[in-house]
């Protein structure tokens, strides 16, 4: 039988993840109208996590978001539900995306990016803005891979409802139930063709009042898996265990059986579920850096005050596009790329 060890979270603090999965955090803001160069009306600290309040700055000055900084050794997984983030970097690509997209980043060998927050409606109900950020580990072999980023439009993530129409699920790594996601990135640990039977999945779960979803067992007795409830009043596992909202709940072995998740309440529940197979080497962490010794942790830094990543070449450290600007990504060399067509 599965035993499950649920602790507390937050909205917008970092939640504690099991190998090979590094950080994973959930922003949920309401920010009101943006002004004419989408601004919030305040402006921020420096370093705004503020829990309670409405919305948060992070690190911008008067867009919120994250300005430049670097990453070495890992990848983020940035998942969208709604809202849209502005995206640049120290090699020269750039993007908007959000209100479902997914993209995948290797920070590899080095990287410097911006993901800053746009107040780009003016309307009285303001800008929601949600997503989660997930650090997927590289194994030692991937570390000072070249970095590298894709773009998983909303328009062809995948997804599926049950039977009964109550439960939505997003599978934006791995597979559930039969329905498989796009490909990830070429260096990830949930590449299956660079580095197969890692059972690397993220799914994120929607369920109505009444609703249910069952979990299926994890593909190796390594895997780990975590479920974050982060939304929602009432979720129960087997029938059995009460999850309290606004928690985490770790699975001792989900190899060994299904679990069947019920929302018993009168709201929305909504789920993130982490599982990948364990990477098992050693894990050195410091701030935006993650290597497999302290050396390495120390050579990051000084590569980084040496060569700076490669540089930043936009005209500022919290480049956000023009107000009528859509969806797109522009890697360097390459034509830009747009989200697909809605077919009539």
Known sequence: MSKFTIRSIAAARPMETQDPFLFAVYHKDHYPAGDDQMQAPRRGNGSDWSEGAPYRMYHGDRVPGFPQHPHRGFETVTCTIEGLIDHTDSTGCS???????????????????????????????GNVIKWFQIWLNLPKKSKMVDPNQMMHWAEKITKFTTPDSLTTATVWAGSLHGHKALPPIRDSWANEESNPGNDVNIWFLQIQPGGSITLPKAASSRSTRSLYFVEGTALTLNGVTKVPDLSQVEFSDPSQEEVLLENLGPKLVEVLVLQGRKMGEPVAKHGPFVMNTQEEIMQAFNDY???????????????????EKGRFLALKGVAEELPPKKQD
């Not at 209100?99 to 009285?124: F, R, S, Y």
């Open 305 to 323: 005050r040496t060569t700076q990543f490669g540089g930043w070449p936009w005209p500022e450290d919290a480049m956000v596009f023009p107000r």
């Open 95 to 125: 993007g908007r995306y959000g209100n479902g997209d997914l993209q995948w980043m290797t920070a590899g060998k080095g990287v410097v990016h911006g993901e800053m927050l746009p107040l780009i409606k003016q309307t009285p109900d």
